[in-house]
């Protein structure tokens, strides 16, 4: 199943809950998601400077 297919099926699953509580569960759900995403970016870009400050040392460790 393709990308475009999963999100065509999520959002006809989605319009098709009708009490709110379980609406707020799968918004709050996707939202954490989100989260998790901006903090592994948020991460990543820290990897050069970490990765040239303490290279010999993780490399050492590494060994």
Request: aromatic share 4%; proline share 0%; net charge negative.
């Amino acid at each position: 199943m393709s990308v475009e297919e999963m999100k065509a099926l999520a959002i006809k699953q989605i319009e098709a809950i009708e009490r709110e509580d379980e609406l707020k569960e799968v918004l709050d759900y996707l939202s954490h998601l989100n989260e998790n995403d901006k903090q592994k970016a948020n991460l990543a870009s820290h990897y050069a400077a970490i990765k040239q400050e303490y290279g010999d040392v993780l490399k050492r460790l590494a060994e």
